[in-house]
């Protein structure tokens, strides 16, 4: 295991001191997502739930299933929820392998098989990296979202330093380009959105890959993409 997930309390401390955490939620923040009231959400590699929550925080009325290989993170999360006000009832936490993305273990032993198209936003934040194989994980996340939901998944970037903090972390991220056509390929509709100076750090080590699920035809009517123009306009 890698040295700082070892504890998870040190980990997210060391996020937040850093500012990463903040850099994180203001990328987050700019994403416009068009999402029904009471989405689901699963964030998968949710290490101390920067990710979830925040999804959570901006849209009323959501559940977060949070997960991670670690159980150590998943009490983090919690733990950060409750620092954060948000009403534990709207979430759950569960085990699982990035890989098998579908497979979930809850904190009570008990299994949980996740069923295909059942959540409104997939979320991974650096966690691709840490799969068997890539490609044929991302089609099983794809596989988990609702037609016209979303797959955010904050990668670790292709610059110098996301490359050495990769390494650093035992990580393989995936190229974009490799992202992106396995998106595409699946019918579905992507935008590359890198993070700005106003979300430092996280901008040094972070990409934003973001996917609708289904759109393909609305990018060939219009030739640009509604994430495309929400893009642009931020
Ligand atoms: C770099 S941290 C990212 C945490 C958070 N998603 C973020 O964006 O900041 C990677 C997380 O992935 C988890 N992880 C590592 N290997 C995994 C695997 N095979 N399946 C699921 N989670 C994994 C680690 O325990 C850790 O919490």
Redesign the pocket.
Known sequence: MVFL?KTAKVYATF?KLLGYERG?RSFIDRLVLDCPKGSRIL??????G??GLRLMERLPGSTLLA????KN?LKETLSNARERNIDERRITVGL????DPEQVTLLNGSSLVLQDHSFDIVA????LG??RDQVATMKALMRLIKPGGYLVD?EMNEQPIGKIISTW?N?RPVPSSIMIRTIENEGNNVTVIPFGVRDFPANLTRVGIVARMGLRKVRNVFGKSPIDMQASQN
Do not use: H, P, Q, R
């Open positions: 997930y996020l994180i964030d998968i590699g949710c290490g101390s920067i990710v997960t991670d290989l670690e993170f699982s392998d990035v890989s991974v934040g650096g966690v840490y799969s904050l972390y990580c």
